[in-house]
Nanobody, 126 residues
């Protein structure tokens, strides 16, 4: 069992940066693959980035590649998303998710994740 709590969202101007954090509780956190998803108003939730359980591999959606960086600290039970060069289209509620097992690193379907946080709002103004 893993409980996830996101923080770090807020309002930022286009071109700015934000760092999201997700604090996890649960003894087996370090064995879970961790991801970030986002959901904009009126749209489906979409995959943003994933980091493998041991931190050795990451995968990004094309829309954020080169601008966002996902990382994790298993000693602190946290996963972070550094977001740079933000655009208005990055405005969304961002969710942290955990998956015990994935078939491939590009685990972009939310059905592969069994645990979710409550979300944190990111708003990018133009």
């Amino acid at each position: 069992q893993v409980q996830l709590v996101e923080s770090g969202g807020g309002l930022v101007q286009a071109g700015g940066s934000l760092r999201l954090s997700c604090a996890a509780s649960g003894r087996t956190y370090s064995t879970y693959n961790m991801a970030w998803f986002r959901q904009a108003p009126g749209k489906d939730r979409e995959f943003v980035a994933i980091v493998r359980w041991n931190g050795d591999s990451t995968y990004y959606a094309d829309s954020v590649k080169g601008r966002f960086t996902i990382s994790r600290d298993n000693a602190k039970n946290t996963v972070s998303l550094q977001m740079n060069s933000l655009k208005p289209e990055d405005t969304a509620v961002y969710y942290c998710a955990a998956s015990a097992a994935i078939r491939r690193l590009a685990a972009v379907s939310e059905t592969e994740y069994g645990y979710w946080g409550q979300g944190t709002q990111v708003t990018v103004s133009s």
